[in-house]
């Protein structure tokens, strides 16, 4: 079992920086990997960038691959999302998530396939 808190969020203008923090307790070894998401109200949960448990190999979608970077300190069991050049469109709830090992990190952006959640942060950009 894996518990997950995501902090950082907050209200930027277009074009600032926030890092998004996703403190682990548990046994973060029980998951293959962890990745954040984002969802804005009435829109489908979308996956903005994963990373490997074992390994740390990181990915990211298109769409964000160039202003995102997802990072973790194991020390603190803690995953970053640095996220630069802020667009309005960034704005979103932003939840931490995870896989159960076992089966490997699959289908890395459904959100079906992660096990574990956090409450979310709030991220807001205004123009």
């Known amino acids: 079992q894996v518990q997950l808190v995501e902090s950082g969020g907050g209200s930027v203008q277009a074009g600032g920086s926030l890092r998004l923090s996703c403190a682990a307790s548990?046994?973060?070894?029980?998951?293959?990997?962890l990745a954040w998401f984002r969802q804005v109200p009435g829109k489908e949960r979308e996956g903005v960038a994963v990373i490997l448990t074992t390994g740390g190999y990181t990915y990211y979608p298109d769409s964000v691959k160039a202003r995102v970077a997802i990072s973790r300190d194991s020390a603190k069991n803690t995953v970053y999302l640095q996220m630069n050049m802020l667009k309005p469109e960034d704005t979103a709830m932003y939840y931490c998530a995870a896989q159960p090992a076992g089966q490997g990190c699959i289908s890395l952006y459904n959100p079906g396939r992660y096990a574990y959640w956090g409450q979310g942060t709030q991220v807001t950009v205004s123009a």
């Open positions: 548990g046994d973060i070894y029980s998951t293959s990997c």
